[in-house]
């Protein structure tokens, strides 16, 4: 059996999104791929997950940490309106605003919230702006 701590994981290829990682190369049906930070997932949660077969009649926790969201308009604009506000505020203290930036990726669905009132005249483009 391989540990969580002897991190067996090879990297095959760095990109500029991250690392890609040979699951095969560790030779264990039985491995799970977790967010181990060392901060909400450590060593132990890995090892939970490895080890399943005997955690599994026992009551543990295990982190989950999303790989993704999907904000729509109605909750997401809020949201990007939340993270400009905070990057402004590190900005008049003088930090650095780049900080600010949601730990996993998020995606923005704007449906219904894009609205056209003016249409087929040569100002429409600057009437809607304008509205």
């Known amino acids: ?10 990297v095959i290829l760095t990109g500029e999104f991250g690392k890609f990682y040979s699951l095969p190369a560790l030779n264990d ?6 967010n181990r930070d060392n901060f909400q997932v450590k060593k132990e949660d890995v090892e939970k ?17 999303q790989s993704r969201v999907l904000l729509q308009d109605v909750t997401g604009v809020p949201a990007v309106v939340d993270l400009a506000c905070m990057r402004d505020a590190m900005n008049k203290l003088g930090s650095v605003s ?7 990726p998020v995606d923005l669905v704007i449906d219904h919230s894009v609205q056209v009132d003016a249409v087929r005249s040569e100002n429409a483009v600057q009437a809607n702006m304008d509205l």
């Open 98 to 104: 780049a900080k600010i930036n949601p730990l996993v």
């Open 1 to 10: 059996m391989v540990s969580a701590a002897e991190n067996p994981f090879k």
């Open 49 to 65: 997950i490895i080890d399943w077969e005997n955690t599994s009649p026992k009551l543990v926790e295990i982190p989950f940490k």
């Open 29 to 34: 049906p039985r491995i799970a791929i977790r």
